[in-house]
């Protein structure tokens, strides 16, 4: 009896009624796989129905291959399998950009680092491949927290407080830049996140660095010095760590006592200030006082030399008129005694007011030198010499007049 034949009592080969639920029928299910390709390729389901009316051989011998499987059905399993092969090949394919790497491993092994442009790998589960952004800059904050709606800065008191050479606790807050330069690396050696890797290695480097210096240094003068000694322990550090990672960029963000002696570390600092502000006008006035001391020293040195070579020359002068006035002397005593002292005469009278009366014509005129005018005189010719002005003109003003007693005289302003 065949295997797709009713037995006898109205069963099946298995002992069963037709009543009760048997195996399903491998004719049936693949006339239904038939049927379903054939709505994809577009052939008609008539042909592949005509045998279904019973469970009998109602369809044509021809029709039917070895074991009772169409032909057609088996052409559609191949279809089905070569289509499910290349959706599982073409699954390999994956597209690298230029900023990109990707990583292919084999059974979770790895195997190669690509480049950008596009590539194609053992479809799953056979290789993967992760592609990893090696130009973008990332940047990690360590100390504070920057919240990604707008610019509020939240604090984080156990990554910032850190302590210094001089027993000081200190607020330190640091931004880190960097980018990831062998993909490869990164995924094999480092079990965390990027992010969390270099965080907690800026924050032992800073604390390293920090506590060898005070916390003066650290607040004041040596922002950019810590900065980049911070840059190179943390790539000797991730060097070690074998992570792929490379720093770009490491900025003290803000360095400041704790918030409970804030106010007396303000006040200390705005003393230093002051002293630093005393200094710098301090040094300003001994710039301007001592080049005006050191000018005003060299003028009057300058004018004692040239004082000094006036008396000098004064005095040979007047050394070389007594020697020639004495050898004249020798020559002729009276007439130079008669010159001396009308010079003398001369100078003395020429400087004071004289009223000359003349008496008669044969008499001696009578010179009067008021004392009291004299006096007055030589200070005016005094303050005349201050002001850079001598009188030395002689106004005479002779006119014969007689006066009540019938003498003449003359009035001379000077001789």
Request: glycine residues 12%.
């Amino acid at each position: 009896m065949a295997w797709n034949q009713q037995g006898p009592g109205n069963n099946d080969p298995w002992g069963q009624g037709n009543g009760q639920k048997g195996p399903p029928d491998l004719d049936e299910v693949l006339r239904d796989l038939q049927r379903k390709l054939g709505g994809i390729f577009g052939k008609g389901s008539s042909r592949s129905g005509s045998g279904s009316g019973g469970g009998g051989g109602g369809g044509a011998p021809g029709r039917r291959s070895r074991g009772g499987i169409p032909s057609v059905g088996r052409t559609g399993g191949l279809l089905i399998l070569i289509l499910i092969a290349i959706f599982w090949l073409a699954s390999g394919f994956y597209v690298v950009d230029q900023s990109e790497q990707g990583v292919e491993l084999r059974f979770g092994e790895f195997q190669e680092v690509k480049p950008a442009g596009l590539r194609w790998h053992m479809p799953y589960p056979i290789e993967s491949v992760e592609v990893v952004n090696i130009e973008q800059i990332r940047t990690v904050e360590v100390g504070y927290r920057t919240r990604q709606a707008g610019s509020q800065i939240t604090l984080v008191p156990r990554e910032a407080l850190m302590l210094t050479a001089d027993e000081n606790i200190i607020d330190i807050q640091f931004a880190v830049q960097y980018n990831i330069n062998d993909p490869s690396k990164l995924l094999f050696n480092v079990s965390e996140v990027p992010d969390q890797v270099v965080r907690q290695a800026t924050e032992s480097a800073v604390r390293e660095i920090v506590g060898r210096n005070t916390m003066d240094f650290a607040i004041t003068g040596g922002r950019a010095e810590i900065a980049q000694e911070t840059r190179d322990v943390l790539q000797r550090m991730l060097n070690l760590y074998e992570s792929g990672i490379t720093v770009r960029a490491v900025e003290m963000q803000n360095a400041q006592p704790p918030a409970e002696v804030k106010d007396a570390f303000d006040d200390a600092v705005r003393a230093r200030e002051d002293e630093e502000r005393l200094k710098n006008e301090a040094e300003a006035y001994a710039n301007d006082v001592i080049p005006k001391a050191r000018g005003a020293a060299a003028r009057i040195l300058q004018e004692s030399e040239a004082y000094k070579e006036s008396v000098i020359a004064t005095s040979e002068g007047e050394a070389s008129r007594f020697l020639q006035v004495l050898e004249e002397y020798n020559r002729a005593p009276g007439v130079t005694r008669d010159r001396l002292y009308i010079e003398a005469m001369e100078h003395v009278l020429s400087r004071s007011t004289k009223l000359v009366i003349d008496q008669s014509s044969d008499g001696n005129n009578v010179m009067y030198l008021p004392l009291d005018q004299l006096i007055k005189r030589q200070q005016d010719v005094a303050g005349s010499y201050r002001d850079g002005s001598e009188d030395t003109g002689v106004v005479t003003q002779g006119s014969s007049s007689s006066g009540s007693d019938g003498r003449n005289f003359n009035r001379t302003g000077r001789d």
